[in-house]
């Protein structure tokens, strides 16, 4: 059944998810309102949009549902290859000539989606040293979704997910087998840590990172969110630490805490203050 949305429910319903999400929506995204959340008025057996806000009031599930069906959570391995070239030839080099060996490396994937983006991270670290477990290393990945956390966790993905990014070489060596589908091996799995966050509230229990990737959710957001946004994130990163964004997002007139540097076909921001 497709629920149909008139423009009083989104004046209701867009500042609503604004205010969980930061995600900017508008009459011209209705379509998205009736295809996204008229499955979770169906299971709830829900009447009607407006009865939506006041049933999430009532029922935490129904917010959590809301905000997996309401994100975007298109990501694939290795997206956009540049960035994991100036990681395994550029940033991880150039950290371990500076700090040495046994330095404390920290990253964060902020928005890390199902987790495409933190493993591939993983996998260029193992590339480079190829034992995990015999570094200091802190690999960090949050989202807003509880939905694509716990997938992330899991490590699991289907055929389709590794056909995005993944050449067959790598599947055997980063992935083991299961039944219906690969799971990520324990090794890089166990190196990561999850957390449900969302980037537009305060980051609490967060310790400066080396490098952070912010990538395709700022996109969501209103520019003095987006502003916001960056210029907490450099509050989070060590001095000279790095931001990696994506090719089609910019951080002009947003904040000047950052210089533009590039590496082959990556750009990439450094903190400068
Ligand atoms: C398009 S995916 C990007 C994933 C990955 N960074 C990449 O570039 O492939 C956007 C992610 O941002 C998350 N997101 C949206 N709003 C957010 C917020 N306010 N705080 C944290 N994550 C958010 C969504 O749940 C989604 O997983």
Redesign the pocket.
Known sequence: MRYKINNAEIDVLAPFIYQL???VLDYSKAYLFETRLGPILEKYDIANFTDLIKSIALNRKIEHDVIDAI??????FF?DKSPFDFIQNKFFPDFFEKYGMKAHLKVW?A???TG??IYSIAMTLKNILFDLTKYNIHLFA????DD?IKRASSGRYNKFELSRGLEDRILHKYFDEEETSWRIKDELRHAVHFRQ????KPFVNIPKQHLI?C???AI?FSREDRSMLYNKLADMLEENGVLVI?STESLNGLTDRFVKEQFHNATFYRKVK
Request: charged share 15%; proline share 0%.
């Open positions: 999400t930061g995600i994100t975007t959570q298109e990501t694939l997206r994937s928005a890390s989606s495409q983006e949050t989202d807003i979704s694509a966050l969302n980037l537009l990737f990538r395709n959710v969501y994506s």
